[in-house]
């Protein structure tokens, strides 16, 4: 299954896209190779509704470049052989851009001025990806785990094998010929020194993803206490690394990543209950607008399945419009994201009281 994660900058740039035409189609696909033709038959199929579309608002010239561009992608045999579980596709005139996802989306089309960016929020919101770093004196595994792939081990080929070859000597315990460390003392120098060694080795290759730990102690502590990496979780994996299997230490990640973000989730409802009582935090869709159009909101928690026909000026105005091909919730989200908000797509039930947006501001407005 091949993944193509968007970025924070790559979604900032698809919410400030502002065309003529941009056209926004998200399909489910098959993460099978000899599904490949049926995945670009579904494909065919939400083409054509967006061509159809497309030609109701634009000129003969203007429809061709976009049909050129969907055409160039489904004629790429190769592309349709590996995807995700996902296939998100941006369309204007002039270019055409997709990613490939881990979270099933449903079927979607939209054509208009803009991009349709809920769905691709909600596949960037909790994206169930991260590290586990398995670590004894005996040795290490990085291993990467995602929502729905198998586990696979990463290789490091600038960390050291284990703890005695990190520091030079025999064994952890042992000492160089100028050394006045004794014991324990000496042995928890030597483990400072592995953990610093495998932190450094790691760095280039977490890219801000969450780095869970299956080691014992005292190791553990000690990779806390020494690494400069800020998305170590604080659960452990438990049992001996050594002998935990990769779809193990994929089950027991999973589990805390679970409890990372469900623990995320409650909160974002504590402190948006707090907040509201002083004017930082709505639930109002008006006031959500005017909020994110000053750049007032800090962390905007949208409805993933909601949708409000409507529009939001740049002075934050909210205008409900049952005709338009816009969804206001996406607006406000939109210049949430622009104004550096933190914008998350969830289910209904996760959000505060059951709204269809929730709002934790930087100040009050």
Same mark, same amino acid.
């Given at each position: 299954?091949?993944?193509?994660?968007?970025?924070?900058?790559?979604?900032?740039?698809?919410?400030?896209?502002?065309?003529?035409?941009?056209?926004?189609?998200?399909?489910?696909?098959?993460?099978?190779?000899?599904?490949?033709?049926?995945?670009?038959?579904?494909?065919?199929?939400?083409?054509?509704?967006?061509?159809?579309?497309?030609?109701?608002?634009?000129?003969?010239?203007?429809?061709?470049?976009?049909?050129?561009?969907?055409?160039?992608?489904?004629?790429?045999?190769?592309?349709?052989?590996?995807?995700?579980?996902?296939?998100?596709?941006?369309?204007?005139?002039?270019?055409?851009?997709?990613?490939?996802?881990?979270?099933?989306?449903?079927?979607?089309?939209?054509?208009?001025?803009?991009?349709?960016?809920?769905?691709?929020?909600?596949?960037?919101?909790?994206?169930?990806?991260?590290?586990?770093?398995?670590?004894?004196?005996?040795?290490?595994?990085?291993?990467?785990?995602?929502?729905?792939?198998?586990?696979?081990?990463?290789?490091?080929?600038?960390?050291?094998?284990?703890?005695?070859?990190?520091?030079?000597?025999?064994?952890?315990?042992?000492?160089?010929?100028?050394?006045?460390?004794?014991?324990?003392?000496?042995?928890?120098?030597?483990?400072?020194?592995?953990?610093?060694?495998?932190?450094?080795?790691?760095?280039?290759?977490?890219?801000?993803?969450?780095?869970?730990?299956?080691?014992?102690?005292?190791?553990?502590?000690?990779?806390?206490?020494?690494?400069?990496? $800020?998305?170590?979780?604080?659960? !452990?994996?438990? %049992? *001996?690394? @050594? #002998?935990?299997?990769?779809?193990? =230490?994929?089950? &027991?990640?999973?589990?805390?990543?679970?409890?990372?973000?469900?623990?995320?989730?409650?909160?974002?409802?504590?402190?948006?209950?707090?907040?509201?009582?002083?004017?930082?935090?709505?639930?109002?869709?008006?006031?959500?607008?005017?909020?994110?159009?000053?750049?007032?909101?800090?962390?905007? $928690?949208?409805?993933?399945?909601? !949708?409000?026909? %409507? *529009?939001? @000026? #740049?002075?934050?105005?909210?205008? =409900?419009?049952? &005709?338009?091909?816009?969804?206001?919730?996406?607006?406000?989200?939109?210049?949430?994201?622009?104004?550096?908000?933190?914008?998350?797509?969830?289910?209904?039930?996760?959000?505060?009281?059951?709204?269809?947006?929730?709002?934790?501001?930087?100040?009050?407005?």
């Amino acid at each position: 299954m091949h993944i193509d994660m968007p970025t924070h900058s790559d979604i900032e740039r698809l919410a400030s896209a502002r065309e003529s035409l941009c056209v926004s189609i998200y399909l489910p696909t098959s993460t099978v190779p000899v599904d490949s033709e049926s995945n670009q038959l579904r494909a065919r199929t939400l083409f054509k509704t967006a061509m159809g579309r497309v030609r109701e608002r634009a000129d003969e010239n203007t429809a061709a470049a976009v049909e050129e561009q969907l055409n160039s992608l489904l004629e790429d045999t190769s592309f349709w052989f590996d995807l995700g579980r996902s296939l998100a596709v941006f369309v204007t005139p002039e270019q055409i851009v997709e990613y490939r996802l881990p979270n099933e989306l449903e079927e979607q089309v939209g054509v208009s001025d803009r991009f349709a960016i809920i769905p691709i929020l909600r596949a960037t919101t909790f994206p169930h990806s991260a590290f586990v770093l398995a670590i004894s004196q005996n040795g290490l595994r990085l291993v990467e785990v995602s929502a729905d792939m198998p586990a696979k081990e990463v290789p490091l080929p600038d960390a050291p094998h284990d703890a005695a070859s990190a520091v030079g000597l025999g064994t952890v315990g042992s000492r160089s010929s100028h050394e006045r460390l004794k014991g324990d003392e000496n042995r928890k120098v030597r483990l400072m020194q592995y953990s610093r060694a495998v932190d450094h080795a790691l760095r280039p290759i977490l890219n801000g993803k969450p780095l869970i730990l299956a080691a014992a102690e005292p190791l553990a502590s000690i990779y806390r206490n020494v690494t400069g990496y $800020a998305q170590v979780a604080s659960e !452990l994996i438990r %049992g *001996n690394p @050594d #002998d935990l299997t990769e779809a193990q =230490l994929a089950d &027991g990640a999973r589990e805390i990543l679970d409890g990372l973000y469900a623990a995320e989730l409650a909160d974002l409802r504590a402190t948006f209950a707090d907040r509201r009582q002083s004017g930082r935090a709505s639930a109002d869709l008006s006031d959500l607008a005017r909020a994110a159009a000053f750049g007032a909101i800090g962390t905007l $928690a949208v409805d993933m399945n909601a !949708l409000v026909p %409507g *529009n939001v @000026d #740049d002075d934050g105005h909210l205008t =409900l419009d049952p &005709g338009s091909d816009n969804d206001a919730i996406e607006e406000i989200a939109r210049h949430a994201i622009s104004a550096g908000a933190r914008v998350l797509a969830v289910r209904q039930s996760d959000l505060p009281e059951n709204v269809q947006a929730a709002g934790i501001l930087r100040y009050a407005v």
